[in-house]
């Protein structure tokens, strides 16, 4: 044996109680790991409900709208059937007693998905290093056992073997374990995030999208909204913290906009006629092309630039727009069976 052979033989006993140590330690992390699945699991199976979650989340949404800030942390508090829920939930209730940003709610759900990833690398990297150390103690021992083959020393050779096969054993199980873990907790944290998503969705949302859910019964009547009650805690008023309201998303026109001289102009015309208070739109006049006289024609759609073809047209892949219901209850042609006239 040349003195190459020499070092590499001697670097590759010195690895082998490392690797020992280290699967050892793989060993007992992926039992953790699997604890605190199983505790995951029974939290899951004893306490999530989604009627629970909706009622308890619209609960809070009108507490807040009552300026009752308490009492909807508490019922948001209610939530802690999953560890990640419960963690972003605290984290959004802190937003809404400190800092109320708008915006905050959304990035605490996009940390959390980074946060579940941070999470599943924990098996995952176990899915990988476990086999390659079982590997590595399998192969390092297999080098004295044949030396002690080849020198007739058969203690030497059951020694080595036994390691070997035990490493194996144990690095081939560590793999195992882990990517049963990362299989069940992936399935797992990405129902929580779709449960935070909804959360936000009850909590932050309009109330038209709210009323949007209701259906219509056999005859075609629209289901009435049911009212949402709700048992009010104890209010601190000097610890109270009332959460601003969200600016209104304005309106902007499809058609861009001129400067003042022609929003001037715009605002005396009326829009073909109409004020722009009643419209809704902000007073403001279309772009036109201005006549030789210095006059500003209103643009109307037999105007060239209005010719839309379809491939240019944004909404035509939008499809028909859906009904809205009728006030009062009444039933919506079309919708129960064919409408009757009297």
């Known amino acids: 044996m040349n003195d190459l052979q020499r070092l590499i033989y001697d670097v590759s006993r010195v690895l082998l109680w490392p690797v020992l140590i280290a699967a050892v330690i793989c060993l007992v992390w992926v039992l953790i790991e699997l604890g605190f699945l199983l505790y995951e699991l029974w939290l899951r199976f004893r306490y999530r409900d989604l009627d629970a979650l909706e009622v308890r989340t619209l609960k809070a949404r009108e507490a807040f709208a009552d300026g009752k800030p308490r009492t909807a942390y508490r019922y948001l508090q209610e939530n802690n059937y999953s560890i990640i829920v419960a963690r972003f939930l605290f984290d959004l209730i802190r937003n809404y007693q400190t800092e109320r940003l708008a915006a905050k709610p959304l990035k605490l759900l996009q940390e959390y998905e980074f946060y579940t990833l941070k999470r599943l690398e924990r098996t995952r990297i176990l899915v990988r290093i476990g086999p390659m150390l079982g590997l590595m103690g399998t192969l390092i021992p297999l080098s004295p056992a044949l030396i002690g083959l080849a020198t007739g020393n058969t203690t030497q050779l059951a020694v080595n073997l036994t390691t070997a096969f035990s490493v194996t054993v144990v690095g081939l199980l560590i793999g195992g374990i882990a990517f049963v873990i990362s299989i069940v907790r992936d399935r797992m944290y990405a129902q929580d995030i779709s449960d935070m998503e909804y ?108 010719d839309w073809k379809r491939d240019e047209d944004p909404f035509a892949d939008l499809g028909p727009v859906d009904p809205q219901p009728p006030a009062g209850g009444a039933s919506a042609p079309g919708a129960g069976g064919p409408t009757r006239r009297r």
């Open 199 to 306: 959360l936000l969705e009850l909590l932050e949302g309009g109330a038209g999208r709210l009323q949007s859910g209701r259906r219509r019964n056999k005859k075609g009547v629209w289901d009435t909204e049911p009212p949402v009650q709700y048992d009010v805690a104890t209010e601190d008023i000097e610890k109270t913290q009332m959460i601003p309201a969200l600016p209104e998303t304005p309106v902007e026109p499809l058609i861009p906009v001129v400067g003042s001289g022609a929003a001037e102009a715009g605002q005396s015309i009326g829009g073909n006629g109409r004020d722009s208070r009643s419209t809704g739109f902000p007073e403001a006049a279309p772009v036109v092309p201005e006549t030789l006289a210095g006059e500003v024609p209103p643009l109307t759609f037999d105007d060239p630039a209005m």
